[in-house]
């Protein structure tokens, strides 16, 4: 027969009981701890999306500047456009001469050059003649 003493359910058969000792408490404290550690992780993962939202929120309303400022800029742009057509036109173009007296005249014949585009065909049967010097003998030098 086995006289030796067996546990059951943490007591012995003997009527011991089960001795505390400070085990049990460093237990509960890694429980806090482990707690502890996911509450701050939750709340680092709360605060993180919370500043990506708000880092979203103002890239769209800085995208939204943005476009305003390029709507502006072409349609000032569309402004200025307009405003060079009408100073090329010929009426406001006349207007200034008048204006300012301008002595104008018709371009003289030498003033005038041609220029056309050949294809290699045609530009083989044209014969090749140099340009023709204004006679005043200036050469293009300036007056001092």
Excluded: C, W
Aim: glycine share 10%; hydrophobic share 40%.
């Amino acid at each position: 027969m086995n006289l030796q003493p067996v546990k059951i359910g943490g007591t012995g058969i003997m009527g011991e009981r089960r001795k505390r000792n400070s085990a049990g408490a460093v237990n509960y404290g890694g429980f806090v701890v482990k707690f502890i550690l996911v509450i701050i992780a939750f709340m680092a993962v709360l605060i993180g999306h919370l500043y990506l939202r708000q880092q979203s929120v103002k890239s769209a309303e800085r995208t939204d500047d943005i476009k305003k400022q390029i709507m502006e800029v072409k349609a000032e742009n569309r402004n200025l456009r307009n405003h060079v057509a009408g100073l090329t036109r010929l009426e406001h173009i006349s207007r200034m001469i008048a204006k300012f007296k301008l002595d104008l005249r018709p371009a003289m014949h030498g003033q005038i050059i041609n220029i056309g585009v050949y294809t290699p065909e045609q530009a083989a049967t044209i014969p090749l003649t140099p340009l023709k010097v204004a006679s005043n003998g200036s050469y293009g030098v300036r007056g001092r």
